[in-house]
């Protein structure tokens, strides 16, 4: 391996990292919201709201039933439009984001699917409104759960950032496949990708170690 | 004295994928300040229902119920918190929040009215030393038992100073010695706070231990209501005394034999009271029905006796299970 390629496979490390972390911190930022909304407009919760529910639920289950190679090429002149750019590292955070959204607030929302009904009762009796009940009781209770959540849409998004790479997002995705695939350089082929289930496996350690160590049941 | 809460010809129906269900059939009643309240019945009775109808975690169908003379129904969601503040609750499944300490889950209710921080973790300190926890502050529930954990949920649903506390089953995950700390620090509540309480159960001994007076339902309805002493001893509809004589007794061999119930709550040893009497006393008496289990080495419930007929023989049975700790009272068979 040449050290013009070693060099742009430690830069695509980097930017695989930047990618994930980005997109990662933006789908929560959305897909956290989303899911508490999901979770709490559902059947027989405390905002119960069919309508919100399911527009919501609709708008999730689209976005996410779209294979990401097709939201990426979809997403396009969106992305132009929000960074100038369509190609790059920091272009590809926004399909990475968009996509991750969807997969975000499900997981959320199953998260706090799990927290004891018992719990919200209590809260409830206690005489705490809706949002305090949610942000006071539910989803500190439902911590564990929502950390080793992250943990597996972290190594998703981390997935789908070298697919990225197809449409020029840079990182080990595009390595792989300018210099594994087009030029058929099988060691280079073979390091991103155990550098790429490195990484994977990496976050998912980390996150099992967070809800764990959070756990106190 | 004045009431706690009125019911008044209160009914609810579920309505679930367009069957209904109606749990409470035309229930009034009062709960008086100061008193100890048991509402008893049957699994599947309406006993949940009933007291989810006290804080509104429950609407009702119709009828209403009042709270200090408010009617809860016509509060709105601001000032339906507002009245919670004074309504605390305890559950079967303690209802803590796993991730938070002991000493945070008391802090809990106190932040949701707003106390500053100082005063909120000394008001907690003061109840976990209440309830008897305070080395137990900053350990999380996992690490606890059924019954400290209910002795957590007590300090957390008391740090507000609440005007009544609402006991769904309380005791029913706990077994009969722990049930028996529980129900007597509840007593010592009732008493030292003058706090009203009303307690839901499916267990006698626990209505008999501490209740001033009872409620009995039945399929929805109330069947029966009254002073504790007199419900139990003299029951009239027959989900009274379906209640206080579980099995079918046996016919006294005399109509005018006395009889009696013997109430084994869990805090007397394993102790063969009835071959002892006969042993010590020479006295004989006739088991009518006997509805006793055995937790852990403890008996646990109830015996229905007929009481040899001399007057004199009688006070010495009497007095010999009394001296064993089993309450002796006197019932009627009618029927
Ligand atoms: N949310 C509900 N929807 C439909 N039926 C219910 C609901 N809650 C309780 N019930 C029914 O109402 C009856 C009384 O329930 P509950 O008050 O919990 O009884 P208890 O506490 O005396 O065991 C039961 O038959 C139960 O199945
Ligand atoms: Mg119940």
């Known amino acids: 391996m040449s050290d013009y390629i070693k060099d742009a496979i430690i830069s695509g490390v980097w930017e695989t990292f930047v990618m994930t972390f980005f997109a990662s911190l933006f789908s929560y930022l959305v897909g956290m919201p989303l899911g508490v909304i999901l979770y709490s407009t559902s059947r027989g919760r405390l905002l119960e709201n069919r309508g919100v529910n399911f527009v919501i639920g609709a708008i999730v289950n689209i976005t996410r039933s779209l294979p990401f190679l097709i939201l990426l090429v979809l997403l396009i002149p969106f992305t132009r439009f929000v960074v100038g750019q369509s190609i790059g590292t920091t272009a590809a955070i926004v399909p990475l984001t968009i996509g991750a959204i969807p997969i975000v607030a499900r997981m959320v929302e199953s998260s706090l699917n799990e927290v004891n009904p018992g719990i919200i009762e209590a809260a409830t009796s206690m005489g705490a409104s809706p949002i305090y009940t949610i942000l006071h009781f539910i989803i500190p209770e439902a911590t564990p759960s929502l950390l080793q959540g992250g943990a597996i849409n972290v190594a998703t998004v981390l997935g789908y950032s070298a697919m990225a790479g197809v449409i020029g997002g840079g990182g080990l995705g595009a390595i792989a496949l300018q210099y594994g695939y087009y030029r058929y350089q099988k060691d280079v082929l073979w390091t991103t990708v155990t550098l790429l289930i490195i990484m994977v496996m990496l976050i998912q350690e980390l996150g099992i170690r967070l809800s764990k160590k959070t756990r106190k049941t | ?335």
């Open chain 2, 1 to 335: 004295m004045d009431n706690v809460f009125e019911l008044q010809n209160v009914y609810k129906t579920y309505k679930n994928d367009g069957k209904e269900f109606t749990a409470l059939k035309d229930v009034s009643l009062t709960v008086k300040e100061g008193e100890i309240f048991g509402i008893i019945g049957m699994s599947g009775a309406g006993k949940s229902t009933l007291v989810r109808t006290l804080n509104r975690l429950e609407e009702v169908s119709s009828g209403t119920v009042s709270f200090y003379g408010k009617d809860l129904a016509s509060l709105k969601a601001r000032e339906l918190r507002e009245v919670r503040h004074s309504i605390s609750m305890i559950f079967q499944g303690f209802n803590l929040v796993n991730q938070r300490t002991v000493i945070q889950n008391v802090e809990q209710s106190l932040r949701i009215i707003g106390t500053p921080r100082a005063v909120r973790r000394e008001k907690a300190k003061q109840m976990l030393e209440i309830v008897g926890l305070s080395e137990k502050a900053n350990e999380y529930p996992a690490r606890l038992s059924g019954g400290q954990k209910q002795r957590v949920a007590i300090a957390r649903a008391l740090a507000v100073d609440p005007k009544v506390l609402l006991c769904d089953e309380a005791t029913s995950a706990l077994d009969p010695k722990i049930t028996g700390e529980i129900l007597d620090l509840l007593k010592k509540i009732n008493e030292e706070r003058k706090l009203t309480i009303v307690i839901i159960t499916h267990e006698m001994s626990v209505v008999e231990k501490i209740c001033d007076r009872v409620a009995i339902i039945d399929d929805g309805n109330l069947a029966e209501i009254g002073e504790v002493k007199d419900v139990f001893s003299n029951p009239q509809s027959k989900a009274a005394k379906k209640l206080v004589f579980p099995s079918n007794p046996f016919d006294p061999s005399d109509v005018n034999g006395q009889i009696v119930r013997l109430v084994f709550d869990g805090t007397q040893s394993n102790v063969p009271f009835i071959s002892n009497l006969v042993e010590q006393t020479g006295l004989k008496v006739n088991i009518l029905s006997a509805n006793t289990k055995s937790v852990g080495g403890i008996g646990y419930g109830q015996m229905i006796i007929e009481l040899p007929k001399p007057a004199k023989d009688r006070q010495t049975a009497i007095d010999f299970f009394k001296a064993g700790g089993l309450s002796v009272s006197e019932v009627t068979v009618n029927e």
